[in-house]
């Protein structure tokens, strides 16, 4: 059974910092893609951060481009998404979501993060920037 489990969500002030985690099991790591994507109230789930585990090839929105950060640990079957200079407009669920790249020829992670092409979610963490 594939899980994905979020956490190192919270409040924190304009400009701090923040690290999502999110903890896989179930599946072969290395063969799937992992993205972080966002839900603000009122809004439509959106793609934030990319990765994929078979090559390293990453993605990151423009609106996160140069203060977001996505890694992965193999190893530990772990998958991070460092927030630098966080914004009031980053709050929102942040959830972590899988996808077979087998199953999924076509995709190119380095092209974008689509929401449709994860299969697998988690529950979700809460971030909340305040001014």
């Known amino acids: 059974e594939v899980q994905l489990v979020e956490s190192g969500g919270g409040s924190v002030q304009a400009g701090g910092s923040l690290r999502l985690s999110c903890a896989a099991s179930g599946f072969t790591f290395g063969e799937y893609a992992i993205g972080w994507f966002r839900q603000a109230p009122g809004n439509a789930r959106e793609g934030v951060s990319c990765?994929?585990?078979?090559?390293?090839?990453?993605y990151h929105a423009e609106y996160v481009e140069g203060r977001f950060t996505i890694s992965s640990d193999n190893a530990k079957n772990m998958v991070y998404l460092q927030m630098n200079n966080l914004k009031p407009d980053d709050t929102a669920v942040y959830y972590c979501?899988?996808?077979?790249?087998?199953?999924?020829?076509?995709?190119?992670?380095?092209?974008?993060?689509?929401?449709?092409?994860?299969?697998?979610w988690g529950q979700g963490t809460q971030v909340t920037v305040s001014s």
């Open positions: 990765i994929s585990n078979r090559d390293g090839t990453t």
């Open positions: 979501a899988a996808t077979d790249l087998s199953s999924h020829p076509i995709l190119v992670v380095s092209t974008g993060c689509g929401i449709y092409e994860y299969d697998y």
